[in-house]
Structure formats: C-alpha cells, structure tokens
C-alpha cells in the first residue's frame, strides 16, 4: 500500500466527491476510483457511502481517516527533520471573518517564507471545527469566543477582539451620545447565521433583559450584512476587523453602545498531541506576536 492511496484518502473524504478530489490532485477520476478500492480490498471494508447526490465516510472510513492523518503528518515530519524545509499542507479551520480579514497578511508572510508550503483555509462553523481539530483533520483552528469549550485541546488566547455595534451614518439612534439596552427595544437586526456566537451572545443579552430581538435579515456573510446596514436596512453587531474600512471612509458608523458582555477574543486551538511542522510553528508564533 502506498501512501498516495492515503493522500487521495484524504482528499476524497475532505471533498466529499471523487471528481472534486480527482480535480484537486490533477488525477483521472478513475485513477482516484481505483487507490480507493485498493484501499478498501486492503482492509476489507468499505469506506464511502452514497449521501444523497455525494458521499460520505463509513464507520470504518471515519477511523481511518485518523490513522491516515497521523501516518502522513509523520511522513511529512520526516521530510521535514531531514530537509529542514516548511513544505506540505497545513489545513486551517476558522470561521469567516477571520479567515477575510485577519488572516490574509499573517498568510502572505508565511508563503513568502515558505513558498512550497500549500495552505488549506477551511471556513467552518466552531463545533465542526473542534470536532475536526479533535480528529486530526485540521492543524489549527481559529475561532471567536470567550472560554476554552473542550479541556482535550490545547488553547490560546491571541488578543481581544472588539464587538462593535454598527448603523447606517443616518441612523436615528446616532443622537444618543451613549445607547442603553433599552434604546434598542425598537431596532431591526441584520444577523449573522444561526451558529454564530456573537450573536448568540448579542441575543442571550437581549433577552435576559426582556428586550425583543426583532431580525429584519439572517445572512450569512458579513460583506451581505455591512452592504445591508449601510443602505440603511437595520444595525448590526460585528468584530471590529470586518468594518474598519468602511467606518474610516463614512460609510458605516459606530453606534454608541459597550456592555461587559458582549467581548470576544480571537482564540487558537489546537490538538496537544499532534505534530506541529516548522511551517505550523511559525505561523502561531507570528499570530501570537500580532499586536493588540
């Protein structure tokens, strides 16, 4: 057995389909066929189940799928002990945000560095992507929230991000020089999707102190959220890096509003027992020097 076949392994579990996978790796879909159903004959199981219109991994695929991380993170350790050099793949889970506004610079500098390095940016929601920390699947994950949710992994607190509530420049609840819970009984919401912990936090809040959450819109990118405030549809709470920009050229404003509740910090995770390659390495070390 060649450790290809658990390269494309990988690649089909990750991309759910053989043409995506035989794509991503420039192999003939039947190419991809085959290492499969050498893997399967090897071990006399079945890996992939048909799921609707894709796939999915079987029991036995899901446990394979962490042996073959571990097997090809080690065969990479060894390239790398003996080359010295920051090549392979380092797979990132974040959530959208940071993967549009924080992280860009911190990985254009790392590709200057490592130029073979290839990176995979995989947005994705927390609890996917603690899940898949947990399994080996991701080197890192980069999330906003408040507390270490599973004691298993290892944490570490980069910096606090700032929660700011956003309007349109006209947006009648600028003539408050501070907003209060209170001020905030009659507003229309634009929210982020379902998962998303600020807003989680932002309705926990609300409800706590018996003011209505009345949403005019459920999005799920922040650009289609700011688009929507600016054209004066409703506010929005959003981290501080998503509407810098807009704020600094007057299309957006900083509505007046702070409570002790609503603070979020930039949190990385990652799993204590798995390798961590020079790549990996540098990339941690250059978002915990990131300044505040």
Known sequence: ME???????????LRQSFTRAAEELDYAQSSV???????EKEYG??????????LRLTMAGEELLQYANQILDLYQQSKESLAKQGGGTLSIGTIDSLAAYYLP?????????????SIRLQPDREDHIME???RGNYHIGLMLGQHHIDSS??????????????????????????????????AEWILPED????????????????IP?????????????????????????????????????????????????????????IHPKKWVSHAQQELMDRMMAEPE
Request: net charge positive; charged share 25%.
């Open 33 to 39: 066929t085959t290492q499969i159903q050498k893997l």
């Open 105 to 117: 610079p911190i990985i254009h500098e790392l590709k200057r560095k490592y130029g073979n390095l």
């Open 132 to 134: 898949k920390i947990s």
């Open 153 to 186: 992994l290892r944490w570490i607190t980069i910096r606090n991000e700032p929660l700011l509530l956003i309007g349109n420049p006209q947006h009648p609840l600028l003539r408050y020089s501070s907003i209060e819970l209170e001020h905030l009984r009659e």
């Open 213 to 269: 959450v009345r949403i005019g819109i459920e999005l799920g990118n922040p650009e289609s959220i700011k688009r929507y405030v600016m054209s004066g549809t409703g506010i929005a709470l959003l981290p501080q890096m998503v509407v810098d920009q807009e704020i600094k050229r007057g299309e957006l404003s900083v509505l007046p509003f702070t409570h002790s509740e609503i603070q979020l910090d930039i949190m990385m995770v």
């Open 3 to 13: 450790l290809t076949y658990l390269q494309t392994f990988r690649e089909v579990a």
């Open 195 to 210: 998962g998303c912990n600020y807003r989680i936090m932002l309705e926990k809040l609300l409800r706590a102190h018996h």
């Open 45 to 54: 199981v079945k890996l992939f189940e048909r799921y609707g219109r894709g």
